[in-house]
């Protein structure tokens, strides 16, 4: 009983904030067992518990393969609770994520994985903290989900050869990185590749972007978005639009005076609403793309109808319950989480990929664990089906994309969303082809 009150312990104090980052360290082994699994004291019931109310099946989570012996030191790193966000779920997955592994997956080669947390508040200086929490801790491997603070976070590890697994950043310095840093999603696909997809089955001659204006989203059109956008014989024209602008009538209505034209959306929901009232002002009846991040409950109440037949770019299939990776997170959730998960919510689901992607990776792993032999085996892996995402594959070998070398997935998924705002089944792969 003490081991899991300790555990409940170390828990607890991991949702409290303070001015620092936060770092929280999951015990490993024995006492990582114990408080995982819910084990009575004294009693024989260990087994986490899917039939607990009766819960989910057993098969969704795999067979038991625990692992054992020394723990290997896994950094995680989220913004965390901002004054503009909250992305404390990535963290709350992440620890799911780790009870799993840990029970049917291994852990790590065997070993189990031994979870350190820590929050950058999307502030740089507190990120470039968390690196060198990381790096006192000796974690062999870091992996992250989506941070604005990837750059502080990435420098002091890199220059201390501890591998990345990201699942996603506009990072330039990050995702240029040919030595020790892996990025599962291709960000390019978003931002690139479904309008290029869209204006052309449109056949429309240009694709104008109305994105929010923050760096990491028009900082990639003002490098090489000419460049990428010429290559496929469109034009390209990009209106950022302050954060705080909520009347984005005026530059819709420069847009639909302008000539055919894809538009392409980019930003939250507050944003996307904006944009979409504008563009009903200005009565546009051309092609509209968005990003995920788009649609939410708040967006589809706010708009009604006026999604149907908007397309919908998704790195995994959003909303397909019939997935058989995201029903393998539902189950994980129902299991291993104590802090309610939001399914609904992407942001978790996206921790599940990445975490299912790094195990798949390093599948097959025996000996001793060290960053060196972590990155040569994520290297080395085969071409593997990307969890939650039929069609796609990742490769983490530096060829997937040829102008990000740390590109492990070429493409996307892409669906049109339906009266509701939900996407139509099933989503389609794009911009895969050899």
């Not at 020790?180 to 972007?209: E, R």
């Not at 760096?215 to 950022?240: C, N």
């Not at 984005?248 to 055919?260: D, V, W």
């Not at 992607?357 to 001793?368: E, V, W």
Request: with cysteine.
């Amino acid at each position: 009983m003490e081991q899991n009150t300790r555990a409940d312990s170390l828990h607890r104090r991991s949702r409290m904030r303070g001015p620092r980052p936060r770092v929280r360290r999951l015990a490993a082994t024995a006492l990582t067992t114990l408080a995982l699994t819910g084990a009575a004291c004294g009693g024989n019931n260990s087994d986490p518990g899917p039939d607990r109310e009766g819960g989910v099946d057993l098969t969704l989570l795999g067979p038991s393969r625990p692992a054992d012996g020394p723990p290997v030191k896994v950094g995680f790193v989220s913004d965390g609770s901002t004054p503009a966000f909250d992305n404390t779920i990535q963290i709350d997955a992440a620890v799911a994520m780790t009870k799993f592994l840990n029970k049917h997956a291994g852990g790590i080669g065997g070993h189990p994985i031994e979870l350190v947390t820590c929050e950058t508040a999307a502030d740089p200086g507190r990120a470039a903290d968390c690196a060198t929490e990381f790096i006192q801790a000796d974690v062999a491997i870091t992996v992250a989900g989506e941070s604005t603070a990837m750059g502080p976070v990435w420098k002091p590890l890199h220059d201390a050869r501890i591998p990345i697994f990201v699942y996603a950043t506009t990072e330039q310095s990050v995702i240029l990185d040919r030595d020790s840093t892996f990025a599962l999603a291709d960000q390019i696909a978003g931002l690139a590749g479904m309008p290029i997809t869209v204006a052309t089955q449109n056949h429309v001659p240009k694709v104008t972007v109305v994105g929010i204006d923050v760096p990491v989203v028009t900082g990639f059109y003002d490098t090489v978005g000419d460049q990428i956008f010429g290559d496929a014989g469109l034009d390209l024209d990009v209106v950022a639009i302050p954060p705080d602008q909520a009347d984005m009538t005026p530059q819709m209505e420069r847009i639909a005076a302008s000539g055919p034209t894809e538009i392409h959306i980019i930003g939250g929901d507050a944003f996307c609403i904006s944009a979409f009232r504008g563009l009903q002002a200005a009565n546009f009846d051309g092609p509209v793309s968005v990003v995920n991040q788009c649609v939410s409950d708040t967006s589809k109440t706010a708009l009604g109808d006026t999604l149907e037949g908007v397309y919908a770019s998704a790195p995994f299939a959003i909303g397909d319950h019939d997935n058989p990776d995201l029903r393998q997170w539902e189950a994980i959730v129902d299991t291993y989480d104590n802090n309610d998960i939001d399914l609904s919510n992407s942001m978790s689901s996206t921790i599940y990929v990445t975490m299912t992607a790094l195990s798949r990776a390093l599948d097959g792993l025996t000996g001793n664990i060290t960053p060196t032999r972590l990155i040569e085996k994520i290297r080395s892996a085969p071409e593997l089906p990307l969890p939650a995402a039929p069609g796609l594959t990742f490769h983490c070998d530096g060829t997937a994309n040829p102008l990000v070398p740390a590109a492990c997935t070429q493409g996307g998924l892409m669906t049109t969303l339906n009266a509701q705002g939900n996407p139509t089944l099933p989503y389609k792969p794009f911009g895969n082809e050899d």
